[in-house]
């Protein structure tokens, strides 16, 4: 009982929530108690947002690929300006739609919204979503704390959606998909290795890496022949953020 009280008075009151980062304030929905924290502390990870914001340029266009509630997008929607672009990866409908509502509360029409996941290769797969009362993650591959069942989504390359006119070629990357980094990475290889791709913060998820047969050293190894520096390296948890740059 108590917690449908707490739910209900989010719903009533905090229904949405304002967070400031380097002088930009962006609404989000939050009419859940778990999803006003996490706008509150910035998803904990302020300095990485920070650092993303301060190396996109007016103009640019923008992947955020992973980008659940869009917390990065309705910022680098802001930084760009209106002549960029973002491109905003969300494979599950129902954070996607949440995704436009955000957008809906921030008045932003910079903001392209693809739902769908990255990969290696155009298709469809299976993607698994947190238990109920656990931190809001999904996965391309069933774990520890994710629901066994799995639902069915459209994953893309970025190749492909170069190829097809879908998506442009992209300044500025930020990429977080739990595990299926190298998959990713892999289908947008050839844009990866284009001189106007020049800046990527990349989640590395050192434990699931393996679920995907991949490793830390095959994405560094990637990204290092793609023409990419890591500059700066973040650890929390087993997790490790890579911001990389074209020098």
């Known amino acids: 009982m108590k917690k449908e009280i707490i739910k209900l008075l989010y719903q009533l009151f905090k229904s949405k929530t304002s967070l400031e980062i380097l002088g930009i304030r962006k609404t989000f929905w939050s009419a859940e108690p778990q999803m006003h924290r996490r706008i509150v502390?910035?998803?904990?990870?302020?300095?990485?947002?920070?650092?993303?914001?301060?190396?996109?340029?007016?103009?640019?266009?923008?992947?955020?690929?992973?980008?659940?509630?869009?917390?990065?997008?309705m910022f680098?929607?802001?930084?760009?300006?209106?002549?960029?672009?973002?491109?905003?990866?969300?494979?599950?409908?129902?954070?996607?739609?949440?995704?436009?509502?955000?957008?809906?509360?921030?008045?932003?029409?910079?903001?392209?919204?693809?739902?769908?996941?990255?990969?290696?290769?155009d298709g469809e797969?299976?993607?698994?979503?947190?238990?109920?009362?656990?931190?809001?993650?999904?996965?391309?591959?069933?774990?520890?704390?994710?629901?066994?069942?799995?639902?069915?989504?459209?994953?893309?390359?970025?190749?492909?959606?170069?190829e097809k006119n879908e998506a442009e070629v992209p300044n500025v990357v930020k990429m977080d998909v739990e595990g299926a980094e190298f998959q990713a990475l892999t289908g947008m290889r050839d844009i990866l290795e284009r001189p106007e791709c020049r800046f990527l913060f990349l989640e590395l998820h050192t434990e699931d890496l393996p679920r995907f047969d991949s490793s830390d050293l095959a994405v560094r190894t990637l990204l290092k022949?793609?023409?990419?520096?890591?500059?700066?390296?973040?650890?929390?948890?087993?997790?490790?953020?890579?911001?990389?740059?074209?020098?």
Not at 86 to 106: L, M, Q, S, W
Request: charged share 25%; net charge negative.
């Open 41 to 73: 502390r910035a998803g904990g990870e302020r300095e990485q947002l920070e650092y993303f914001i301060q190396n996109i340029k007016p103009n640019d266009i923008v992947w955020d690929v992973g980008a659940f509630v869009g917390m990065f997008s």
């Open 125 to 162: 797969t299976l993607i698994y979503s947190s238990e109920d009362n656990q931190n809001a993650i999904s996965c391309l591959k069933p774990g520890k704390n994710l629901k066994k069942q799995g639902t069915s989504i459209t994953i893309r390359s970025g190749h492909s959606l170069i």
């Open 225 to 247: 022949e793609a023409g990419f520096t890591i500059e700066k390296e973040i650890q929390r948890g087993t997790e490790i953020h890579l911001f990389c740059n074209k020098l």
């Open 76 to 121: 680098a929607s802001e930084a760009v300006g209106a002549g960029g672009k973002v491109y905003t990866f969300e494979p599950e409908h129902n954070t996607a739609d949440i995704v436009r509502k955000n957008c809906g509360y921030n008045n932003l029409t910079n903001i392209t919204l693809i739902e769908a996941a990255l990969g290696d290769k």
